[in-house]
C-alpha cells in the first residue's frame, strides 16, 4: 500500500536527498506460528478480528533498534485529532514510528506500548495505512528542503493552527466568463496582501460555520 505515495513526488525526491527516511516493517513477519497468525478473535464475542499485543511489540522493538528515541505513535480512531500545531511538534521529534491499526482494532494493551494514539478524522477506515501516510506527508513537508519554496509551508491553510489560505489564481485572467480579481492583476504589493488576508479570514469563517 505505501508503495505508490512513497515512490512518487514530494515524498520520493525528499527520500533521495536524505532529509527523510522511511523503512516498512511487515508486522506478518512477527506472527505466530506456522501461519504466521497476528490476530485473534475478540474476548466477550463479536464480529472481526483484533491484532494481537505480540507480533505489534516484536515490531515495535525491531523498529527501535534503528532509533531509540523515537516518538512511538497508534493510529487509532479514539486517538486525538490530527492537527496542524501537533504535526509541527512531530517534526522536532528525533523519529517517528508508526502503528497502523487493522481490522477491529489492536488489543487493548498496545496502548502501553506508544506514546500517544492520533485519528486523522471522525470516520473509520478500513486500517491505519491511510493515516500513516497522511502523518508522514504532513511532516515531511514542514522539513527544511522538502518544498520547493523556502516560505511554500508558511503561507498555506492552519500554517497558524487555524486560518486557512486565500483564494488562489493563475493564467488566464478570464476563463468561461469568471476572472480574476483586479486587485490581483494591479501589482500593488500591499493591496494585495490586503486583500489575501482579508479573504483567508473570510474562507475560515465560512468554515467554521459549516
Known amino acids: 500500500m505505501f508503495d505508490g505515495p512513497f515512490a512518487e513526488s514530494m515524498l520520493l525526491k525528499a527520500q533521495n536527498k536524505g532529509l527523510i527516511s522511511v523503512e516498512l516493517i511487515d508486522l506478518r513477519q512477527f506472527g505466530l506460528g506456522p501461519r504466521k497468525t497476528v490476530d485473534d478473535t475478540p474476548y466477550g464475542g463479536g464480529d472481526g478480528m483484533v491484532l494481537r499485543p505480540e507480533p505489534?511489540?516484536?515490531?515495535?522493538?525491531?523498529?527501535?533498534?534503528?532509533?531509540?528515541?523515537?516518538?512511538?505513535?497508534?493510529?487509532?480512531?479514539?486517538?486525538?485529532?490530527?492537527?496542524?500545531?501537533?504535526?509541527?511538534?512531530?517534526?522536532?521529534?528525533?523519529?517517528?514510528?508508526?502503528?497502523?491499526?487493522?481490522?477491529?482494532?489492536?488489543?487493548?494493551?498496545?496502548?502501553?506500548?506508544?506514546?500517544?494514539?492520533?485519528?486523522?478524522?471522525?470516520?473509520?477506515?478500513?486500517?491505519?495505512?491511510?493515516?500513516?501516510?497522511?502523518?508522514?506527508?504532513?511532516?515531511?513537508?514542514?522539513?527544511?528542503?522538502?518544498?520547493?519554496?523556502e516560505t511554500s509551508a508558511e503561507i498555506e491553510s492552519f500554517a497558524d493552527g487555524e486560518t486557512l489560505e486565500y483564494p488562489q489564481y493563475t493564467k488566464p485572467a478570464s476563463w468561461r466568463g469568471l476572472v480574476v480579481p483586479e486587485v490581483l492583476l494591479s501589482g500593488h504589493h500591499g493591496e494585495v496582501l490586503k486583500w489575501r488576508a482579508d479573504q483567508a479570514a473570510k474562507r475560515t469563517r465560512g468554515r467554521a460555520g459549516r
Open 56 to 149: 505489534i511489540a516484536a515490531a515495535i522493538e525491531t523498529a527501535q533498534q534503528t532509533n531509540d528515541k523515537a516518538k512511538i505513535i497508534l493510529l487509532t480512531p479514539s486517538g486525538q485529532r490530527l492537527r496542524q500545531p501537533l504535526v509541527r511538534q512531530l517534526v522536532a521529534e528525533s523519529g517517528l514510528i508508526l502503528v497502523c491499526g487493522r481490522y477491529e482494532g489492536v488489543d487493548e494493551r498496545v496502548a502501553s506500548l506508544v506514546d500517544v494514539e492520533l485519528s486523522v478524522g471522525d470516520y473509520v477506515l478500513t486500517g491505519g495505512e491511510i493515516p500513516a501516510m497522511v502523518v508522514v506527508d504532513a511532516v515531511s513537508r514542514l522539513i527544511p528542503g522538502v518544498l520547493g519554496g
